[in-house]
C-alpha cells in the first residue's frame, strides 16, 4: 500500500469517527431538547414567547393553554392585551414601553381574563432575546396565576386579623418571645451552676410581641417591654431568682407551666401576675415561648382581705363572747330581780347584735359614725345629734356603739327620754390633739326629771366609764346636774382622718 493510500485511509478512519460522534451530539442535543420542551409544556406556570415589534404571541406552553380556556391556534397571533382587561390596557401598554427601555420587566401584579370572562391575579416577569445588534426582537414572559396564594393571603390575613382582635381586647396581656439557646438542665446542677444558667436564660429571653393591654397593667409601653432585658428587669427583685429558676427547668422541659409572681410597674408599684406559658420547640432555631400574663393583683388583695377578716372574726367571736360574759355577770349583779336582770341582758345582748350587724355590712373593716349611731341609738327624734362625716376603725366602732346604748338605756329609764318633753342632743367634734386627731363627744340631757348622784355605780356606768378608758384609751366625765346628765368622751383616732363620705349622721330637726 503507498504512503497515499494510507493517508486516505486515515482521513476516513477519522471522519468516520467524527460523524459517530457527531451523531451521539445530535441524539444527546434532542433528548436535551425533549427534555427541554417536556419542562416547558408541563411546567405549574404559564410560558409565552411574544414578538417584541407587534407585541403577539408566538409561542405558549400547555399550562397557559389550560389557564386561559383557549385552543392553542386560539392564542397564537393574539395581542397581548387580548388576553387582559380593558381596564389594565393603559397599565400594560406602559410595561411593554418600560420593557424596552430596560430589557426586563420584574415581577408585577397584574390580572389575566379568561375566554369565559373570568379574571384572576397574577404575578408576571418579562426578560428580553436580543439580536446580534442588541436589539430587542422577542420576549419571554412567565406568568403565574396567583389565586389560591392571593387566597390563603387573604385566610391569614383574616385569621390573624381575628387574633389580633381577640387578643387585643381581653384584659390579659398576650406574648411571644424566642431563646438564643436551650439549657441542659439536670438535677446534678449545682447552687452555683443553676444560678449562673438562670441568670443567663432570664437576660436571653427576647420578647418578639407583647400586647397593648401591658400599658393598662404596667405603665409600660409594648415598645419599652420589647427592648432587650426589660422583662428581666421588671420582675420584683425577690420573685427574680425564683421566675429564673422556673423558666430555665419549664425550657429544657418544653411543655407548659403556670407562675405567679410580681413586677414593678412604671409607678414603682407592685403588681402580681399569673404567667400561663408554653414551649414550642424548633427542629432548627431558637426555642419559640409563648403566654397571656393576668393581673391578680385584686385577687391577691381580696385573698389577703379575706384572711385579715377571717383573723378579724376570730378576735372578734373571742371578744364578743366575753363581753356578752361580762354583760350577763355585771346584770345580775346589779339587777334586783330575775325578770328585771332578764330584761337588762335581753336589751344589751340586742345592743350588742345591733353594732356587729353595723360592723358586718363593711366587711368588719371600719363604720361610719352615722351607721353606728343608727345602729346604737335607734330613730328617736328626741336625740339630736350632729357631727362631721367620719369612719371609726372597729377597734373604736364596737366599745363606743355599747357606750352610747347604755347612755341611751338610762336615759329612757331614769333621765330625759322617760319623760315626753325630755330631749338628748350629741355633738361630735374632731380636733387635733398633740398631733393627734381626737374625737369629742358630748352627751347633754335636757328638760327631763331632775336627777341625783347615783348612791351606787350600775355596769351601765362600768361600759362609759371603765371599758372606754381599758379599751381605746378614752377619757370619759360623767356629771348629774339637776337638769339632765352629761357625759364628755374624748377618743384619740391617731392617724385616722374625717372623709368625704356622705354625712349620716341625724340632723336636728328644724
Request: hydrophobic share 40%; charged share 25%.
Amino acid at each position: 500500500m503507498s504512503d497515499r493510500d494510507g493517508t486516505r485511509q486515515a482521513d476516513n478512519t477519522e471522519l468516520h469517527v467524527r460523524r459517530a460522534r457527531l451523531l451521539d451530539e445530535c441524539v444527546e442535543l434532542e433528548t436535551e431538547l425533549d427534555r427541554y420542551r417536556d419542562l416547558y409544556e408541563f411546567a405549574p406556570d404559564m410560558y409565552g414567547l411574544l414578538d417584541a415589534a407587534t407585541v403577539t404571541i408566538l409561542e405558549c406552553n400547555n399550562e397557559m393553554v389550560r389557564s386561559l380556556g383557549y385552543e392553542r391556534d386560539e392564542i397564537i397571533g393574539k395581542h397581548l392585551l387580548d388576553f387582559h382587561p380593558p381596564a389594565i390596557h393603559g397599565d400594560l401598554l406602559a410595561m411593554v414601553e418600560y420593557f424596552f427601555e430596560a430589557g426586563e420587566l420584574p415581577d408585577t401584579e397584574m390580572e389575566f381574563m379568561r375566554k369565559d370572562g373570568t379574571r384572576s391575579p397574577a404575578s408576571s416577569k418579562v426578560t428580553a432575546i436580543r439580536d446580534e445588534q442588541g436589539r430587542i426582537v422577542r420576549a419571554r414572559s412567565v406568568m403565574r396565576d396567583t389565586t389560591e396564594q392571593k387566597r390563603a393571603e387573604a385566610a391569614l390575613a383574616e385569621s390573624e386579623e381575628r387574633f389580633r382582635s381577640l387578643a387585643e381586647t381581653t384584659s390579659m396581656i398576650p406574648w411571644e418571645g424566642r431563646f438564643d439557646f436551650v439549657p441542659e438542665w439536670t438535677e446534678e446542677l449545682d447552687a452555683t451552676e443553676a444560678a449562673a444558667l438562670s441568670e443567663d436564660l432570664h437576660h436571653q429571653m427576647v420578647l418578639t410581641y407583647v400586647g397593648p393591654q401591658c400599658t393598662q397593667v404596667t405603665g409600660f409601653t409594648p415598645e419599652q417591654c420589647l427592648q432587650p432585658g426589660f422583662w428581666a428587669v421588671m420582675v420584683h427583685p425577690e420573685d427574680r431568682a425564683g421566675v429564673q429558676r422556673r423558666l430555665a427547668e419549664l425550657l429544657a422541659r418544653g411543655d407548659s407551666e403556670s407562675i405567679e409572681y410580681r413586677i414593678i410597674d412604671a409607678d414603682g408599684l407592685t403588681v402580681w401576675l399569673l404567667n400561663q406559658c408554653r414551649v414550642v420547640r424548633r427542629p432548627t432555631g431558637p426555642s419559640f415561648i409563648a403566654g397571656v400574663a393576668v393581673d391578680i393583683s385584686d385577687r391577691k388583695a381580696a385573698s389577703d382581705r379575706r384572711r385579715r377578716v377571717m383573723r378579724e372574726l376570730d378576735h372578734r367571736v373571742k371578744d364578743t363572747l366575753a363581753v356578752v360574759a361580762t354583760v350577763a355577770e355585771r346584770t345580775g349583779a346589779s339587777a334586783g330581780s330575775y325578770h328585771g336582770f332578764s330584761t337588762l341582758l335581753s336589751s344589751r345582748v340586742r345592743a350588742l347584735a345591733r353594732v356587729h350587724a353595723a360592723l358586718s355590712a363593711p366587711h368588719w373593716l371600719e363604720l361610719t359614725m352615722g351607721s353606728l349611731l343608727d345602729a346604737a341609738l335607734g330613730t328617736d327624734r328626741r336625740l339630736r345629734v350632729a357631727g362631721p362625716p367620719l369612719s371609726l376603725p372597729l377597734r373604736i366602732a364596737q366599745p363606743l356603739g355599747m357606750a352610747l346604748r347604755e347612755l341611751a338605756i338610762n336615759a329612757a329609764t331614769h333621765g330625759a327620754l322617760s319623760v315626753p318633753s325630755g330631749t338628748v342632743s350629741l355633738d361630735c367634734v374632731l380636733a387635733d390633739r398633740d398631733r393627734s386627731r381626737v374625737l369629742s363627744l358630748r352627751w347633754i340631757e335636757t328638760e327631763g326629771p331632775p336627777v341625783s348622784t347615783p348612791r351606787r355605780r350600775g355596769y351601765g356606768m362600768y361600759l362609759v366609764e371603765d371599758a372606754l378608758a381599758y379599751e381605746v384609751d378614752a377619757e370619759v366625765a360623767v356629771s348629774f346636774p339637776p337638769s339632765g346628765m352629761a357625759c364628755t368622751i374624748s377618743i384619740p383616732l391617731g392617724a385616722v382622718n374625717p372623709r368625704s363620705v356622705p354625712n349620716r349622721l341625724k340632723v336636728p330637726p328644724a
